[in-house]
């Protein structure tokens, strides 16, 4: 079984929003159609999206941090979008754990987005049909693409290479290790949809000091400490046989 | 979440339909057992379950109206396996199908006794009301548990709300069939409001229970474990988008607390107060205007009722959608 995901490194997310125009850009040329736009230059924007970036801020000022979020489709591995889905459109792909949208079968019901915790889909309002992030399989396996571009849009584009494509049933593969070795977690456990799409934690490289380095303990211009023996102290004679 | 009012209009006339197929069904199943006294004539029952289906067709075009494309509503019978609202697609026009039947069983004059059971005789209307019994029940689960099964609306996922929307979808469709009464068959008029005083009640003690229950609660889902960062104070900068998103339209009412509150208070005296004291007057006193207007009055209270339902509903998808920027 193969169960393909991202695995964001939050640790390395700059928030510079390139993995959502990359998205954009790929998934509206698509055959699938557009991303539709509503008002784009106008006073309230708003579109079709299958990835934002959302920004939040931890702790109180001075002490605070900020962490950019990429936030798409998590491909569930128990997707509860799927089976109340009245029509079959929705459907988790057996060969590699895709869960995506047949836009011809769709009747814009919105029940999917109710059962999905993470808001990941978004009905186009244009088309009316519920979408979501594809993974770029129209990407992944176009064999006319060079072996290392057959990763999805956002992948591609990112800068810090903070976002990571595979198969995560695969022990071995890039996204299990780096899972497994930096502490990859879920969004939301405690629903239980199993998410695929993983996420790394801020790390912080810290350095322990103790007073004892701040003195270097062989200064060589130390005066050196000879302590004579004493007169009934044993000599050297007298403990070693050479 | 954002109540549509395309399925606030599904929801409550389909729920009084059912409600009144029941009350005509009931008293034709207390007239065979010899219960009521002096069974009426066909057409008491044939013009009731014209009303009755009107009402149901009118909620099932309503629930075209929330639909991305009404053209392909077909399709939403094929899962039935899996997704109650399909399961309703399927239940819906098979129990119009049935009320259809059994009211024109009634009406043109077509019912014949199939066998006698004791001094019952089992008319073919009565088997025929008995498919739709049944079908009516199974509609009234399957209407509730498209909101009872998704786990994440905790307001929701309850078994309070199958039985809210059962006793409430019958509480009403009585309530409507004492004012049906009133003009075509007065003395049946305080059978019906008997029966829709109790439905009315419970349908408090059981709605009053949920609202009870929903205070209660607590929200699974935190800002911590949404992002996955353990800090109690996080605030979002920034959700991705400026004119907002689907997520920021489907999911929040967008009315002002104040709003919220009142409708809480509106819908109980509505759907239960009046209707419940209006009844009350007419068990002994009928009249047209008053049963007119308790049925007018409970139906705009279970709009209300409907609303604050959908709008109740805490998403944990909102945790994500906070600040704008």
């Known amino acids: 079984m193969t169960q393909l995901a991202l695995v964001i490194d939050l640790n390395v997310c700059v928030g510079c929003h390139a993995c959502v125009i990359s998205c954009k850009e790929w998934n509206t040329s698509g055959n699938a159609g557009s991303l539709s736009d509503l008002h784009p230059y106008g006073k309230d924007p708003t579109g079709t999206f299958f990835n934002r970036v959302q920004t939040f801020e ?106 990571l494509f595979g198969d995560i049933h695969d022990p071995e593969s890039d996204v299990s290790i780096a899972i497994r070795e930096a502490g990859g977690y879920q969004l939301m456990p405690e629903w239980g949809t199993q998410p695929a799409n993983h996420y790394l934690p801020r790390r912080k490289t810290r350095m322990t000091i103790h007073q004892d380095e701040l003195v270097r303990a062989d200064n060589p211009l130390n005066k050196e400490h000879y302590a004579e023996p004493e007169f009934d102290d044993p000599s050297l004679d007298d403990v070693t046989s050479w | 979440m954002h109540p549509a009012f395309s399925v606030i209009l599904l929801t409550t006339l389909i729920g009084m339909g059912q409600g009144l197929f029941l009350a005509l069904y009931t008293e034709q199943v207390y007239s065979s057992l010899q219960v009521l006294d002096a069974s009426r004539d066909g057409q008491f029952y044939g013009i009731g379950s014209a009303i009755a289906v009107v009402l149901l067709i009118a909620g099932l075009l309503a629930s075209f109206f929330h639909l991305g494309h009404p053209e392909r509503a077909w399709r939403s019978a094929a899962m039935w396996r899996t997704s109650w609202l399909s399961r309703e697609v399927i239940l819906l026009p098979g129990f119009i199908f049935f009320v259809f ?27 025929l009301g008995m498919i739709a019994t049944a079908l009516g029940f199974l509609l009234f689960v399957a209407t509730g548990m498209i909101y009872a099964c998704i786990r994440f609306l905790q307001e929701w996922h309850t078994p309070l709300t199958v039985i809210n929307y059962l006793l409430l979808g019958t509480a009403s469709g009585f309530t409507f069939a004492t004012a049906y009464a009133a003009y075509y068959a007065p003395e049946l008029v305080s059978f019906y409001a008997g029966w829709a005083i109790v439905l009315t009640s419970t349908a408090l003690i059981t709605r009053l229970s949920s609202l009870i229950r929903n205070k209660r609660l607590k929200p699974r889902s935190t800002l911590q474990s949404a992002i996955g960062v353990r800090h109690s104070g996080i605030s979002q900068q920034a959700q991705g988008s400026m004119g907002g998103s689907f997520n920021t339209r489907e999911f929040f009412h967008g009315k002002s607390d104040l709003f919220f509150k009142s409708i809480k208070y509106i819908f109980l005296v509505m759907v239960f107060l009046i209707p419940i004291i209006l009844l009350a007057i007419s068990f002994y006193q009928p009249s047209k205007m008053l049963l007119l207007s308790t049925i007018t009055v409970q139906y705009i209270g279970l709009m209300a009722e409907r609303w604050f339902f959908f709008a109740q509903a805490n998403h944990p998808q909102n945790i994500y959608y906070q600040t704008i920027s």
Not at chain 1, 102 to 116: L, P, T, V
Not at chain 1, 125 to 148: F, G, H, N, W
Not at chain 2, 101 to 123: E, P, Q, R
């Open chain 1, 58 to 163: 931890v702790g109180e000022f001075p002490k605070t941090e900020t962490v950019h979020f990429p936030k798409s489709c998590l491909h569930c591995e128990d997707p509860p979008c799927v089976p109340v889905c009245p029509t079959g459109a929705s459907y988790k792909r057996e060969e590699d754990g895709i869960v995506l949208v047949d836009y011809d079968k769709c009747i814009g019901c919105k029940y999917c987005s109710w059962s999905c915790p993470y808001g990941a889909r978004e009905l186009d309002e244009k088309q009316k049909v519920m979408k979501k992030c594809t993974l770029c399989v129209d990407r992944i396996y176009d064999e006319a693409l060079p072996e290392s571009e057959r990763k999805p849009a956002c992948v591609m584009s990112c800068p810090p290479a903070a976002r």
């Open chain 2, 101 to 127: 039947l059994y009211g024109v069983t009634h009406l043109f004059g077509l019912d014949t006794t199939i066998m006698n059971i004791g001094a019952v005789a089992v008319t073919l209307s009565l088997v």
